[in-house]
């Protein structure tokens, strides 16, 4: 059978075909510590369960609006509001079927072939297999664990050229856990106001999971607002991964291109997840707090026994819920013949000679580095690194 040249310019995310590999060896009887989670392992709040079963009983089951229920958007912009001082009309916002198809209907209505998307590394990994497959062209800024993984405003300035049309970034930011503070997104602002024609995709998904203090959006910056895309959801700070709900905060010119692309795609988001995202947003943030404490505690864990782990370096993650060590230091090491030659060979060893799993950081563009979720109990962290230990050992 002939397939679509399409499939040919964007790859599978290796978050999910890791979690396919740990799927099999389970379904073969191997303890698999999973490290390589990406979403929260709590359960979604009741309040916001109670409100899904509500609206079920009240017969919210018809198609909805491509754009999403108008008391939701009016939700998002309350939140907008009093979470980081804000102000969206419900015009600016549009809900979609998760934040990943916020950002791909992003990329599908303002990025063209000829033009180029500046990404800064380590960045999620759909942000450049959306581009290629629109047929954009990515040009990714490495950064430095020196710098705590964050672009600065020089090697922005370089990457910006007359074809540079997007610019996506994340903050708290998947995999790093890098969070940018007021005044570096200030100096990143002074950059974009040289190049009017760039627009900023800002993904805040991680808003809530913030270890550092208040979160900070550039879009606070009034001189900019109007560039900025803010993509957001609720998977992440609300435990609802499976809800399948995502937003974006722009223009009406942008809302509406959105709008017209998925009204071919998916039409209107899931009317359930819809009605319980009103509560979940307009209620108080007590389930949440208490959630990202707990983060917290593990991040303090996982961080001392990255350390006690020979050929781990890592930053300090101030937000997400993920450390990111350098490991090359294993580079050129073996075991029964085999060789560690790169970040993916370092998560296949760990993965069958310690049963722990973990993503590499080819995929973020970053490959010297692997991806560690504490998105897992305090206890299994503990006996994750245990083996780790124990597999490294054994390498020469």
Known sequence: MKFSSLLDKFNEPETLKMAKVCRELRALGKDIIDLSLGEPDFDTPKHIKDAAIKAIEDNWSHYTPVPGFL?????????FERDNQ??????NIIVSTGAKQSIANLVLATVDASDEVVIPTPYWVTYSEIVRLVGGSVKLVRTTLENNYKITPEELESA????????????????SGAVYSKEELAALKDVFMKHPDVIIMSDEIYEYINFGGKHESIAQFADLKERVVIVNGLSKGFAMTGWRLGYIAATTE???ACEKLQGQFTSGTNSIAQKS???ALRSDLSTTTKMVSEFKRRRERILQLI????????????????????????????HNGETINNADDVCMYLLY??????????????PDCVRFSFANSYENIEKAFERIKEALQKLQ
């Open 71 to 79: 008391d939701l958007r009016e939700a998002i912009c309350y939140k």
């Open 86 to 91: 804000l102000s969206y009309k419900p015009e």
């Open 160 to 175: 910006i050229t007359p074809k540079t049309r997007l610019f996506m970034f994340s903050s708290p930011c998947n995999p």
């Open 254 to 256: 942008i809302v509406k």
């Open 277 to 279: 995202a009103v509560t």
């Open 307 to 334: 350390k006690e782990t020979p050929g781990f370096e890592a930053n300090n993650p101030d937000g997400a819920f993920y450390v990111f060590p350098n490991i090359t230091a294993l580079f050129g090491k073996q």
């Open 353 to 366: 000679n310690a049963n722990v799993s973990c993503v590499t950081g080819r995929a973020f563009g970053e």
